[in-house]
C-alpha cells in the first residue's frame, strides 16, 4: 500500500472507533520527539478527507522548528496555519494566537502545535478552556531512540506531570523511534516496546509507530503493517533540517 493511502486508511479506521480524534488536537512529548512532524502528518490526512482544518502554532520554545518555518509549503496544501502575530511572531515568549478562541469555536478542526519538554507546555495552561469546549485529543509522542525518554519511567512521570500542572487529560501514545536515516526495524520494535509499557502503566492506548517514508517500502515487507498490534504510519518529512533545505 502507498503511504498516503495507509495514513488515510488508519484515520479513517480510527475515526469509526471509540479512539476517535477530538475537533482540538495537541501533541506533547520531549524536545526534538517529532511532535510538530506528526501534527501535520494527521492535519494532512484530515484536509485531504476534506475537513476544514487549521494548524495553530503554539510552540514558545522553538519557533525555528515549528509550524512558522514552514507555513507557505502547509498552505500550498490547502492547510491553514495560525500563529503569534506581529513582532512577537518569532518570539518564544508564552503567547498564543488572539483568533484561537474563535477559531476553537468553529467549523473547523484544530491541530495545536506544543513546545517540547515541561516548559512547552505551559501553552497548554492558556488553551485548557478552549480545547475543553471543543472536546480534545492529547496525544503523547515517545522517541524511545532519544536521550531522556529510553524507558517508559520518563514518559510515565512527564505524562503526569503535565495533566497535574495542566488539567488537561492525555488521550493517547504514539511511537516515533528513530534514528533518522540510520533507522532500522530492530529501533522501531524497541521503540513500541518502550511507548506500549508506558502506554500500558498509564491506562492509555499506543495508536500508532512511525515509519519514514522513505524506508517504509522495506519495513511493510518485513513487518508488515503492524507490530504488536500497532499500526504503523509512514511518516512525510515536512519540518527539514535546515542544511535539508540547502541553508
Not at 151 to 177: H, K, M, Q, Y
Request: hydrophobic fraction near 40%; charge should be negative.
Amino acid at each position: 500500500m502507498q503511504p498516503q493511502e495507509r495514513r488515510t486508511a488508519l484515520i479513517e479506521k480510527l475515526q469509526t472507533g471509540p479512539q476517535a480524534l477530538g475537533k482540538s488536537i495537541a501533541l506533547i512529548g520531549a524536545l526534538g520527539s517529532g511532535k510538530t512532524e506528526w501534527l501535520v502528518n494527521l492535519a494532512a490526512v484530515f484536509a485531504d478527507l476534506g475537513g476544514p482544518s487549521s494548524l495553530v502554532d503554539a510552540d514558545i520554545i522553538n519557533p525555528y522548528f515549528s509550524l512558522r518555518s514552514i507555513e507557505t509549503k502547509l498552505e500550498d496544501k490547502g492547510l491553514e496555519v495560525i500563529s503569534t502575530e506581529g513582532n512577537a511572531r518569532w518570539s518564544d515568549l508564552p503567547l498564543i494566537p488572539s483568533r484561537l478562541p474563535s477559531l476553537v469555536a468553529g467549523p473547523r478542526r484544530v491541530f495545536l502545535d506544543i513546545g517540547g519538554g515541561q516548559r512547552g507546555t505551559l501553552a497548554l495552561t492558556q488553551l485548557r478552556p478552549y480545547m475543553e469546549e471543543a472536546g480534545y485529543s492529547l496525544l503523547v509522542v515517545v522517541n524511545a531512540a532519544r536521550t531522556g525518554t529510553t524507558r517508559p519511567e520518563p514518559v510515565v512521570d512527564f505524562v503526569r506531570s503535565v495533566a497535574a500542572r495542566t488539567g488537561l487529560e492525555p488521550t493517547g501514545l504514539i511511537s516515533n523511534a528513530h534514528i533518522m536515516e540510520q533507522t532500522g526495524t530492530d529501533i522501531i520494535r524497541s521503540g513500541i516496546a518502550v511507548a506500549g509499557e508506558a502506554a500500558a502503566e498509564l491506562s492509555l492506548p499506543l495508536l500508532f509507530a512511525g515509519v519514514g517514508e522513505t524506508c517504509w517500502p522495506a519495513v511493510e515487507e518485513e513487518l508488515g503493517t503492524e507490530v504488536d498490534g500497532v499500526p504503523l504510519w509512514p511518516l512525510a518529512r515536512y519540518v527539514l533540517l535546515p542544511w535539508e533545505r540547502g541553508e
